[in-house]
C-alpha cells in the first residue's frame, strides 16, 4: 500500500485501475492492492441487502431520467439537503415507511366505524392496507385506508363496510407501502387494546 500526502496527480482520483485501488482518505491518496474477496461466504442478511441496495440503484437511475418523477425528488431534496436527485432517490428506497400508531377507539364492529392509522416515510406514503381477521384466521373485510386531508399522507382512516358482531377477538392486519415499494406490517389484536 502506497499513501501520498497532497499529491498533484493522484489527489483527484478514485477507483480501480487492473488490480490497483485508488482512494482518498483526508488529504491522503492511497492506493493498494484490490482484495480479493472470492473466498468470502456472504450471510443471507448481506445477500438481502445487496439485492436492496441494486435495486435502489436501478430506480435511483430511473428516477433521475425522469423528468416528472425527478422533480418529485427534487423539491424534498432541497428541504433535505441532499446532494442532487439521484441520492434522494436512494435513500427514499432504502429507507422503509413506519407504521406509528393504530387507533382502535372508534371501531366497535359496525359499518363507518373507523380505524385510524399513523404512517411515516422519508418521502411519502403512497398506500395503506387494512384487512380484519377472525379469530381462526379468515378475513371479513379488506379494503384500502384513505389519506386525511391536509395530513401530508402521514394520518390514514378506514371505514369498515361489515359488520362484525364478534370483533373484540378479531385482528387487524395493516401494511403501509411507499413510492419505491417498500412495504411495512403490522398485526394488531383488537382485544389486546
Excluded at 488490480?19 to 492506493?31: F, H, P, T, W
Excluded at 398506500?127 to 379488506?142: A, C, D, F, P, R
Aim: hydrophobic share 35%; proline share 3%; net charge positive.
Amino acid at each position: 500500500m502506497a499513501i501520498s500526502f497532497k499529491n498533484v496527480i493522484t489527489r483527484m482520483y478514485s477507483g480501480r485501475v487492473g488490480d490497483i485501488v485508488l482512494r482518498n482518505y483526508g488529504g491522503k491518496s492511497v492506493m493498494a492492492k484490490r482484495p480479493d474477496c472470492s473466498k468470502v461466504v456472504k450471510s443471507e442478511a448481506q445477500l438481502e441487502n445487496q439485492k436492496r441496495f441494486a435495486k435502489a440503484v436501478k430506480i435511483s437511475k430511473a428516477v433521475k431520467n425522469d423528468p416528472q418523477r425527478s422533480k418529485d425528488y427534487s423539491e424534498k431534496k432541497k428541504k433535505m439537503k441532499y446532494k442532487d436527485v439521484y441520492h434522494a432517490a436512494m435513500s427514499d428506497c432504502l429507507t422503509k415507511p413506519k407504521i406509528q400508531k393504530v387507533d382502535l377507539t372508534t371501531y366497535r364492529g359496525q359499518q363507518g366505524n373507523v380505524i385510524r392509522i399513523s404512517a411515516w416515510d422519508k418521502f411519502r406514503v403512497e398506500t395503506v392496507s387494512v384487512m380484519i381477521l377472525n379469530k381462526m384466521g379468515q378475513l371479513i373485510e379488506k379494503g384500502p385506508a384513505v389519506a386525511r386531508m391536509y395530513s401530508g399522507n402521514r394520518e390514514w382512516d378506514y371505514i369498515a363496510t361489515v359488520e362484525n358482531v364478534d370483533y373484540k377477538s378479531c385482528r387487524i392486519l395493516i401494511q403501509v407501502k411507499d413510492r419505491p415499494g417498500n412495504v411495512v406490517e403490522a398485526e394488531v389484536d383488537i382485544g389486546g387494546t
